[in-house]
C-alpha cells in the first residue's frame, strides 16, 4: 500500500487465502488461479473490447463519445467478466474499492491508451471486425444515441463515417442458378477438390461456376471479398473465364451469395462483358498477404504490444 507520504506499507496476506489457492475463480477449476485461467471466452471477451474500441475510435470522431460507448459495453459484462478482463491485460494490480466502476475506468483506459500507440495501423485494424459485427456495432450506436447525447447531425456523421471505412460489399454481375436449372454438367465423382485451399467437398456442398469448375463457399467468397476494392470482375481461378453463372445446390448457401455479392439484375443483358484484367502488381499482393493474416497481425500486435 503507498502512502501520501511516499511510505510504503506492505501487509502480510490473511492465512485463510493459501488453503484454497489453487481454485480459479472464474472457471471454478482446480489447478489454476483467475489470474492463469485460460477459458475461452477470456479471450472472446478482450477480442470484443478490442473491436469496439477500434470501431467507436473510427467511426466516432469524438473520442468522448466512444468512451462512452465502450464503457455501455463494459457495464453489461458481469463483475466476474471485468476482473478476468483485468487479469488478462494486468491491469489487475490496482487497488479498487467500488470494484464494477473502477475496473470499468480501467479497462477504458488500458484499451484507449493501447490505441493510441498503434493509431497508424487503425485503418488495418478496422478490418479485423467481422461484416456482422461491424453492422451490429453500427445498429448499437444508433440504438443508444439517446444515452450517447447525439444529436440527428452526430448520427449522420457517424452513418458518413460507417460507408467511408467499410464500403458496402460489391455485388458481381453473376447469375445464381440451383442444381435444377442448370444439370448440363454431370459429375462422375461424389467428392470435388477445391482447387484454391485443397479441402475436398460433397456435390452438395461445392459451388459450381458456369465454366465447370468447382470451388468452396469459404474460398470463393474470400475472393469477392478481395476484389472489394478493385473494378475486376470475379475470374475462375482454373481457366480464367469471366464467372457469370454459379451453381450452388445448398439454398441457404444459394441465397447468401445470391443476396450478399451478386447483382446480375441490376445491368442490362446486352452489355458486353468486359475481359478479365490483367493481374497487376497490387492483385498479387493482394493474394500473397490474405487480408486477413495482415490484420490478425496487427490485432495480434495491438493486444499483446
Ligand atoms: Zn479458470
Ligand atoms: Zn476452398
Ligand atoms: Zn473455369
Redesign the pocket.
Known amino acids: 500500500m503507498l502512502l501520501r507520504s511516499g511510505k510504503v506499507i506492505t501487509t502480510t496476506l490473511p492465512k485463510t487465502r493459501t488453503t484454497n489457492k489453487s481454485k480459479c475463480s472464474y472457471c471454478n477449476k482446480s489447478g489454476h488461479k483467475i489470474n492463469k485461467c485460460n477459458h475461452p471466452m477470456i479471450k472472446q471477451l478482450n477480442n470484443n473490447v478490442v473491436e469496439r474500441t477500434i470501431f467507436s475510435h473510427m467511426v466516432i470522431p469524438y473520442i468522448s463519445v466512444s468512451k462512452k460507448y465502450i464503457r455501455l459495453y463494459l457495464c453489461s459484462l458481469s463483475e466476474l467478466n471485468l476482473s478476468m478482463l483485468c487479469y488478462y491485460t494486468n491491469i489487475k494490480k490496482y487497488c479498487i474499492e467500488d470494484k464494477k466502476s473502477s475496473y470499468i475506468n480501467l479497462l477504458i483506459e488500458y484499451y484507449y491508451q493501447k490505441l493510441n500507440q498503434n493509431l497508424n495501423t487503425l485503418t488495418y485494424m478496422l478490418s479485423v471486425i467481422s461484416d456482422e459485427n461491424y453492422e451490429k456495432y453500427t445498429n448499437e450506436i444508433l440504438n443508444n444515441s439517446v444515452s450517447l447525447n447525439l444529436t440527428f447531425e452526430v448520427e449522420e456523421m457517424i452513418l458518413d463515417y460507417v460507408y467511408t471505412y467499410r464500403p458496402p460489399q460489391r455485388k458481381f454481375n453473376i447469375q445464381v442458378v440451383s442444381s435444377q436449372q442448370q444439370s448440363t454438367t454431370k459429375t462422375k465423382t461424389k467428392t470435388n477438390e477445391?482447387p484454391?485451399?485443397y479441402?475436398t467437398y460433397s456435390n452438395a456442398e461445392i459451388i459450381r461456376t458456369g465454366c465447370s469448375h468447382n470451388?468452396?463457399k469459404?474460398?470463393l467468397v474470400s475472393y469477392f471479398k478481395s476484389l472489394n476494392n478493385s473494378n475486376t470482375s470475379p475470374s475462375c481461378a482454373c481457366c480464367r473465364k469471366i464467372i457469370i453463372t454459379l451453381e450452388i445446390k445448398n439454398k441457404k448457401t444459394r441465397d447468401e451469395i445470391l443476396d450478399k455479392y451478386c447483382n446480375a439484375q441490376l445491368l442490362p443483358p446486352d452489355q458486353p462483358i468486359p475481359p478479365p484484367a490483367p493481374q497487376t502488381e497490387t492483385n498479387v499482393q493482394q493474394n500473397t498477404y490474405g487480408a486477413s493474416s495482415i490484420f490478425q497481425r496487427m490485432i495480434f500486435n495491438f493486444v499483446l504490444f
Open positions: 477445391c484454391i485451399c479441402e470451388y468452396c469459404d474460398c
